[in-house]
Nanobody
Framework: QVQLVESGGGLVQPGGSLRLSCTFS????????MGWYRQAPGKQRELVAE???????NYADFVKGRFTISRDNAKNTVYLEMNSLNPEDTAVYYC???????????????WGKGTLVTVSS
């Protein structure tokens, strides 16, 4: 069993900051991709940022320069530092990972349950 548990969401004023964390637990051999997606009310889930095992990163255009993704491989944790938040960033943020549970298994995608970020004055 693999679990992804997010934390750090909440209510923040426009212009404020939040830091999301996602910790992976269970029988994990390796994690290739860690990332964050978000889904606003009435909209489709969209990629926010992702990072791979060698530290390369990919950001959605709407967060470039404001959000930073990082990972701690020793802790099986991925972070999303969010700055200059605006009301359009309000959404449920989901952690996502592509991981292998054994040396012989293929990579499989897993999702966390999400954490709500609300940007409002």
């Amino acid at each position: 069993q693999v679990q992804l548990v997010e934390s750090g969401g909440g209510l923040v004023q426009p212009g404020g900051s939040l830091r999301l964390s996602c910790t992976f637990s269970g029988h994990i051999f390796s994690i290739s991709i860690m990332g964050w997606y978000r889904q606003a009310p009435g909209k489709q889930r969209e990629l926010v940022a992702e990072t791979n095992s060698v530290g390369s990163t990919n950001y959605a255009d709407f967060v470039k320069g404001r959000f930073t993704i990082s990972r701690d491989n020793a802790k099986n944790t991925v972070y999303l530092e969010m700055n200059s938040l605006n009301p359009e960033d309000t959404a449920v943020y989901y952690c996502h990972a592509v991981l292998r549970r054994s040396e012989r298994s293929a990579g499989v995608g897993y999702w966390g349950k999400g954490t709500l970020v609300t940007v409002s004055s």
